[in-house]
Structures are given as C-alpha cells and as structure tokens.
C-alpha cells in the first residue's frame, strides 16, 4: 500500500500554523519515497464551535473512521477556560473523539535532545540521557465518569471508574514496548487512597506474569512527580491512568528543554491520531512564531504507525538537522530564530 | 498561656527518629523562653494496626481533640502498598485524623535555601528566589469520596465531591495568606474536564472579588506541573484541591534542593497538626542517618501557630545555622555528614 488517507485537523491557536509544516513533511517525504497521502481537513475545537456550534462535527467523525491515521494540531480558547458555566467546550471535541474512536492508549516519548539540553530547567548531568516513554490511559478514569452538579449549583461531583478490562489492554502495550527498550514497566497509581488504583496495581501485577523478562515496580502519583524531576533516567515506561497521566507527561516535559518538540500517539484497535503534546498557545496564533517541530514529529509517529519506517527516520532525521544548524523558532533560541514556516520549510527541503 | 498540651505521633518508619530531634528542639525552645510543653505520645498508622488492629485508635483521636497542637513524623509501610486487598492501611489513620479533627486546611512553604541550591536538579537561576506556599483542601475530593469494588472484582469506582462550602473556607485562607505575601492566589485545576474544578474556579472568582487587592489567576493541573518547574518564581500562593495538591506540592519539594527541609501544617477551626512533608523511608528506619530539619521546622510551624513567635525564629535561626555550617545528614552532604541525633543536637544546642 502506497496511498493513504490523512484526516487533518488544524485545530485552535497555533494549530493550523504548526499542521501545515507537518503536512509539508509529509508531502517531502511522499515525493522521496514514492506514497501518496490523501488529505481531508475537518473541523474541531473552538473554531468547530464558532462555525457549526458543535466541538466534534458528525462529518469529522465519520472522516476520522474513514481515514488511514489522523494529524490534529491542538484545542482550546481561553475565552471557554474562565466560563465554568459555559456548557460547550472545545476541550469536549477531543475528549469526544477519542472515546469514539477508542483511542484508548497515549503514548508520549519523553527524551532529552543534546542540542537543547542547555534549554532545560533542569541541570544537565539530570536529564542527560534520558529515554522514557509515558503510556497514559485515555477513554476511561474520571475523564469519562459521570459528572453532577446539584440543581442549587452548591456541590460539584466527578466519578472515577475503571475495569480490568481497559487496565490489562493498556498494560499489554506497555509491557510489549518495554520489551523492546529497558524492560521496564513502573505503574503510577494513589494505591494507597483510590479503589480505582487498588485495581490497577491488582490487575497489573496479575498481567506482569506473563512478562517474566519485564521488571514491575510502582510509585505513587505524588512520589513520581518528584522522582520525575530527581532522577528521570530510571524510568523507562511508564503506565498509568488518564488523569495521572495528563499531569506527569506535561511535567515530564520539561525535560527535554522544550515542549516544542515533544510529540504523541493516541492509538485504538481501529484508528490513530497524532499530536503535539503543546497547546494552543491562543497568544502566538497567526504570528509565524510558534515551534512547528512537535508537529512535524507527529507526523512522524504517524508514518511509523503506517509502517513507512524510512519517512519516519527521514523527518527525524531533519529534525535533528535543524536543531544542529539552529534552524529554530524563538522558543529555542530567542537571539537568532527563524519563522514556523521557514523552519518548515527547511524540514521539507532536506527531506 | 505558657503551658502547652501536645500529642506527639512518631508514626512509622523514620517519624520517631525525626520526631525526637522536634522534641529536643521544643524543650530548647522552652527552656529559654519560660515556655512548658507537656507531651503525650499516641500511635498512629503501621505501628499502631500492628499493636492494636486500628490505624487510629480512638485513644489517639481523643488526645489530639484535647490538646494544643499536633506533632506528627511520618506513616507508610511497604508490606501494606503492593497488598491492594488489604482492608486495613496505615493511611486509613492519617486520613481519618484529618477527617476526624477536621483538618482541612494543608500549609506548605516552598522555598529555595541558597545554602542548598546546588542540590537542587533544578538550574540555581529558575529556583533562587522562589518563595512560594501551597494551600491544598485535606478533608474533601476524591480522598474522601465514596469507593466501590464491585462483587466480582471487576471493576472500581471513586467519587470526589467538593461544596461551595467547603471551596470557600479555603479559599479565604489563601487570599488572606496572599494578602500579606505577594498578593497573587493561583487557582490549580482541571476546569477543562471536571465538574468539580468548575465550580472551585466559579466560587473562587466570587469570593476573589472581597479581595480587590490580591491578583488571582488560573493554571490547568497539567499545565501547572509544568510551570512549577519550569518558572517557579511567578507563584505566590497556590490554592488546589486535595488530590492536584498531593501531586503538585511533592512535586515543588524538589525546588528547595531537599525534601528533608520541607515542613507542613494541616489547621481547622479547633486543631492543627505538624509534620515534615517527606514520608516514612522505611530504608532507613533506625539508621540515626534520617534528615530531622524538616520535622525540627514542622515544630517551628507549631510554635508559630500557638503565637510562640520568638521561639518558632530560634529554630529557624538555628536550622539556618547548621545548614551554613554543613551540621547536616548525607543526603545534603554525602562526604561530610552527621547522624540524625548529633543534627538534633546541634539544634537544640544552638537554641
Ligand atoms: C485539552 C485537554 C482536555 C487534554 C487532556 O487533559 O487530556 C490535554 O491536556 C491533553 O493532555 O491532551
Ligand atoms: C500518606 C498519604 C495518604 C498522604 C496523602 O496522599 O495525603 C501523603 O502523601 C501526604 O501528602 O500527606
């Protein structure tokens, strides 16, 4: 199979901006190699809300189904953030879709560039070698319980459920991936208070039999949160629920001295979607400004999701190329920097 | 009132070691500023379910409902966290204190000692400077919701609630803590997704609005894990709910180069309790090697709240003495190091 159809999904913010350079990638690596993708844009987010009053249009969906891998920038208006009684969000478009489509199972790499290691908070002789990899559960947890408010608007309620079910089907992915890299699996869990972590720790450690070659060990949620920042070179997968997830991958970030590269997977039994982990940084959009190379890295997940290994390594390899040259938007290096779409552009000529 | 009636919970692990060196440090404090504190000691969490079957014995419960303040080390086991159908925890008894005293108010400082700036994994120009306290709820939220094992094991469920009430006594705290700090109350939550953040962040922006002079903002959870580190200088106060300040305020331990250093309070409307944020590192129970600062500035705290003011600076005084004069235990220096007791010593020497 050498043609393919990619949903697009630009997004908010800095979304369309950044998509763009991904889909130039692509387009690069196409002509090298010989395959052919198929684009379809579709709407969701804010500007979903603006045009059609709806966060995830039926059509997206129904392109989404269709479609061999989806490419999606990034979610989200401030102008929704500080209207708690806002009864549309565009946060829902997304939550919406990966439920829908059961994406069940986010992946975030988490590695620390050598070029950007100076970028970092953290000192060198910390992060410096750093491979870790976060599976964060995605269709379940307190993301998708049930949720009250009581009718005088006084008490505010969020249910948290999980089964053994979608516990092992994450914990199989994260055990086969440790098996090719460190061999390693730490459950992040609040076994100590949560019911629903009492489970995880339970079923997980039932599951770890069958991987006899992996190590287990668990941490809890506060004490990783730190261990992530001490020493995050002893982790090499990490498996943990939704909301846990959420939180320690944007604190893991910090690592690899810029969010700006970090890219992730979100994967079920029928679809993927790829994205940046940033946001729509609403104060950058439409500037030309904003750091396209967590985009255009997703786009690289995404070709390794396709099985086309040599566009995959092709990207990255552009993108390590820009990072030596310096070749960067103004997050990386603010005294000499260069627009998204020149920096786009570059990634796609050295393809 | 110069007679004083505190319950002393060593607790497990290293909290009787360290507990101790707070004990001295208090007697110090007494001696020279004509102040009695009479201690009753009481057992709590793995110590106590081994001597007595119950995490809190009522007898526990009843002396720190009499007495002027608690003093407590640290709780944990590790033979009771990969046992997830243990019916009784340590942590039950923490829980059920907090819950019992009403304790719902958790008080911890972060700051950046210059003397421990290099332990830090954190760049000495992202940290130095920081001064920063969280305020997270202690009795509400997901700790306290209800929990449910359903009868073939196969599923778990949480729930978290918070009351406007509850959210509002809180939030006073915070704003009048910012009022005579910075002036600036962050709001963490995960608005974007839950129910329950909606309405701390609708009932916080009310009542910010009785405090005209103090700047309030918003940060997602997931976002805030990242700019603790990345910018630490830019908060104030940090107000959050039960679990996000479990999970964030470990994770700010790491700016002020040692967790050893780090003590909290936990106040209601009648009681208070005292204790070093790190937990029971049962590695080094009875090794004399445990950092007892954290425990000795937790008694600081205590003074502090009793309106013992000149003896809560003496300790102060004194902890910054040892730390200027390397009088401290190997995890802030492996090559020249004290055991526990000679720290607590020194301390109370000092004083
Ligand atoms: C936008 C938001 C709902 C989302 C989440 O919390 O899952 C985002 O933070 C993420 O991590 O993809
Ligand atoms: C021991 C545990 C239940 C407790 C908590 O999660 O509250 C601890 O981590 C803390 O922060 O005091």
């Known amino acids: ?8 999904i630009p997004g908010d913010g800095i979304g369309p901006e950044v998509t763009k350079q991904a889909q130039k990638a692509l387009e690069a690596v196409g002509d090298v190699y010989g395959y052919t993708f198929l684009y379809k844009e579709a709407l969701m987010g804010a500007c979903a809300i603006d045009e059609t009053g709806n966060p995830l249009p039926d059509e997206t ?17 401030p102008k929704y953030d500080n209207d708690p009684s806002a009864k549309v969000r565009p946060e829902q478009g997304l939550l919406k879709l990966r439920k829908e489509l059961g994406l069940f199972c986010n992946i975030r790499p988490v590695k620390a560039y050598d070029t950007l290691i100076k970028n970092s908070p953290l000192k060198e002789e910390i992060i410096s070698g750093t491979d870790t990899v976060i ?15 009581s009718d005088d608007g006084k008490q505010a309620f969020d249910g948290c459920s999980y089964s053994v079910e979608e516990i092992e089907r994450m914990a199989h992915l994260a055990f086969k991936a440790a098996r090719s890299r460190k061999k390693k699996v730490t459950l ?10 009492r489970l ?50 944007d604190e893991a970030s910090v690592i690899g001295g810029s969010i700006g590269l970090l890219a992730s997977a979100s994967v ?24 396209p190379l967590a985009s255009v890295l997703s786009a690289a997940m995404l070709l390794d999701h ?16 820009s990072l030596e040259l310096g070749i960067t938007t103004e997050d990386i290096n603010s005294e000499r920097s260069f627009s998204t779409s020149k920096v786009g552009d570059f990634i796609s000529d050295y393809i």
Chains 1, 2 share one sequence.
């Open 188 to 197: 992040v869990d609040k076994a100590n208070v949560l019911e629903t972590s």
């Open 268 to 291: 079920g039994s029928e679809n993927a979607l790829f994205e940046p982990i940033h946001g729509s940084f609403p104060q950058a959009k439409g500037k030309d400004i904003a750091n």
């Open 306 to 321: 396709l099985g086309l290994q040599d566009g995959a390594r092709a990207i990255e390899a552009a993108v390590q190329k």
């Open 61 to 77: 969906l129904e392109l989404c189904k269709e479609s061999d891998a989806i490419l999606f920038g990034a979610i989200g208006d």
């Open 1 to 8: 199979k050498t043609k393919f159809n990619i949903t697009v």
């Open 135 to 149: 599976y964060r559960e995605l269709t379940g947890g307190i993301y998708f319980g049930i949720k009250e408010l």
């Open 200 to 249: 995880w720790r339970k079923t997980v450690t039932e599951l770890a039999k069958e991987y006899p070659d992996v190590e287990l060990d668990f941490l809890f949620v506060d004490n990783a949160a730190m261990q992530l920042i001490l020493n995050p070179k002893q982790f090499d997968v990490i498996l943990t629920g939704n909301l846990f997830g959420d939180i320690i991958s």
